[in-house]
Structures are given as structure tokens and as C-alpha cells.
């Protein structure tokens, strides 16, 4: 698979001049009307359908496919669908314990398919998930059963899906992965303690819901969570990630922004590293960062938002 890395390299750096940059997004924020946005969105070349929706989840499929042309080991990216199964193992489990037939709750593309979730949650049968789904949908499974509670049953799959997204990152052999990873787990971890500070969660709530990762100290964040979010914002001034305390003061949507553009700054680095799987994944976060930022902007136009308020949004692009 190495051998391919030059050569998907390549491929990608080819792309980057149809990557959105911040003039085109300017174009966007100067249409008039949502469907002007549109409109304007089409001449891009994004035009996979008639809505928002279906634009969007063309140029996703789109980006998904070119990753699948240049690198064809599907394990190589499953880091990244990974959210995407632990929301459909969430929507298994609650629809076959509540025995509610599921509509419209599963996204599409994850590395396992949704009717197999199903199926296992109804069953209790886990043994054809592969181990890292199995134990927390049986150990959700039973907790929903028992309990009743949907939000304990969320708490231990999220949890369960960052541990994994940490296990994957070290697994992998690119380094871009493996920061990634930390940065991921490292920023959702401090969300959850920004919002059980918000909604006074019990004491019991975030050494529940944490993942333990190397750049932030599970029980020093639970400690600092104590002091709510002045404390918070003292430890995060302690960590890697200090430059983002004063984001993190601001709330979590400023908190999102601060992680997102760190992401960007960090797969900048992989243009230079045409010999790893670095550059395809650069550009596929650099895609995925696009495509919210449309979304983002459509959304606007959509709901009559102030053009101000967007802009102040807005993350970096990677061109």
C-alpha cells in the first residue's frame, strides 16, 4: 500500500486548485437569497442535486470515492467513519429496546452497515460485529434495558467511540492520523466538561464520559471542571492546547472554531509528505471542513441570518 502514497499524493495536490477558498466563500456570502446561493454553489461545480441536502451529500460521496480510488484498503480511513457508526449504534440500540421502528436515523457512511446494527441490538447477538462495536452495544443494550435511560446509553458509546478513535490513531502508521486522533478525542473531551459545567451534570457524569487520552489529564479535567468554566479554562492554559482557553471562555461555538482551525493548521504540514498516507488525508479533512462551511453559509441564507454573524463562523480553508 506504501507504494500508492506518491501517487494518491499527487492525485490530490492535482485537486487542490477545486477546492473552495475564501473568495469563492465571499461569492456565497454575497448572494442575495438562498437560492441564489445555490445558484452561485452550481457554478462551483457542486451541483449533485436539486436541495442543500443533496448537493452536499454528493460532494461527501464524491470525496469518499476519490479516497476509495487512490487508497483501496477500506481500513486505512476508518478512523474517519467512525462517528458515523457509533451514531447508528446509538439509534440501534434505542430503536430495538423501544421496539420503535427507525426512520430517517441512520446516516450513511459508516464502515458497518445499520441493518447489521439493527439486527444485533434486536437479537443480543454481537458476535458478527467486529469486537470494538460489540462490547459497548451489548454493555449500551443492557444499560438501556435496565434503566431505561437514553442518555446513559448515549454517554457510554460516545465514550466508546473516542476510545477507539485513540486506538486507531495508534495504530496507524501516519503520524498526521495519530495527532489527529489526539486532537479529536482531546477537544471532545474538553466540550463535554464545558457543557456539564453548563448543565450542572452530577459529579458522577464525566468520569463516565471522558476518554482518557495523552494531552488531557482525565481526573485533572474533572478537577478543574469543579472551578466550572474559570477553572476549565485554567487547566486548558496548562495543556497543548492553551491558545484555545481564551475561545473556550467565549463558549462552545467559539470553542469549535478554535479546534477546526488547529486541525487545519495541522494537515497544512502534509503537502510536504508525499511518501505517507498524510497528503489523501489532508484532503479529505480539508474537504469535510468545506463542505460545513457551505452548510454553514446555506444555513444563513436559508434562515435570514445577518451576514456579520456568519463571517464571525466562518472557519480557515486549507487553500
Not at 487542490?16 to 452550481?42: I, N, S, V
Not at 457512511?109 to 460485529?129: D, I, N, Q, R, V
Not at 479529536?184 to 459545567?197: C, E, N, P, Q, S
Amino acid at each position: 500500500m506504501p507504494e500508492l502514497y506518491p501517487y494518491a499524493a499527487a492525485r490530490v495536490h492535482a485537486r487542490e486548485p477545486l477546492l473552495l477558498g475564501r473568495q469563492q466563500l465571499e461569492q456565497l456570502l454575497a448572494a442575495k437569497t438562498y437560492e441564489d446561493c445555490l445558484k452561485t454553489l452550481r457554478g462551483f461545480g457542486w451541483d449533485g442535486g436539486d436541495t442543500a441536502e443533496e448537493i452536499l451529500a454528493a460532494e461527501t460521496e464524491k470525496t469518499w470515492k476519490l479516497m476509495e480510488e487512490l487508497l483501496p484498503d477500506p481500513e486505512l480511513f476508518r478512523m474517519f467513519r467512525l462517528p458515523v457508526d457509533f451514531n447508528n449504534a446509538k439509534a440501534a440500540v434505542k430503536s430495538a429496546v423501544t421496539q420503535v421502528q427507525p426512520e430517517g436515523v441512520f446516516l450513511p457512511g459508516g464502515s458497518l452497515a445499520p441493518e447489521a446494527l439493527l439486527e444485533a441490538a434486536k437479537t443480543g447477538e454481537f458476535s458478527k460485529l467486529p469486537d470494538w462495536m460489540a462490547q459497548p452495544m451489548e454493555k449500551a443494550r443492557k444499560l438501556l434495558l435496565q434503566t431505561g435511560d437514553g442518555q446513559a446509553c448515549d454517554v457510554l458509546l460516545d465514550r466508546a467511540a473516542l476510545e477507539e478513535m485513540l486506538r486507531e490513531g495508534e495504530r496507524s502508521d501516519c503520524p498526521l492520523l495519530g495527532e489527529y486522533a489526539e486532537l479529536f478525542v482531546a477537544a471532545a473531551d474538553i466540550k463535554i466538561a464545558l457543557r456539564a459545567v453548563k448543565t450542572n451534570r452530577p459529579s458522577s457524569f464525566l468520569p463516565e464520559a471522558l476518554a482518557s487520552c495523552r494531552s488531557v489529564e482525565k481526573r485533572a479535567l474533572i478537577e478543574a471542571a469543579r472551578e466550572e468554566i474559570e477553572g476549565l479554562c485554567r487547566y486548558l492554559a496548562l495543556t497543548p492546547y492553551g491558545d484555545g482557553a481564551e475561545a473556550l471562555a467565549a463558549g462552545a461555538s467559539a470553542f469549535d472554531k478554535w479546534r477546526d482551525n488547529r486541525v487545519m493548521a495541522l494537515i497544512r504540514r502534509e503537502k510536504a509528505n508525499p511518501f505517507t498516507l498524510g497528503p489523501a488525508a489532508a484532503h479529505f479533512l480539508a474537504r469535510q471542513n468545506e463542505i460545513a462551511m457551505v452548510r454553514m453559509v446555506l444555513s444563513a441564507k436559508r434562515n435570514g441570518l445577518d451576514r456579520e454573524d456568519v463571517e464571525g463562523r466562518l472557519r480557515e480553508l486549507y487553500v
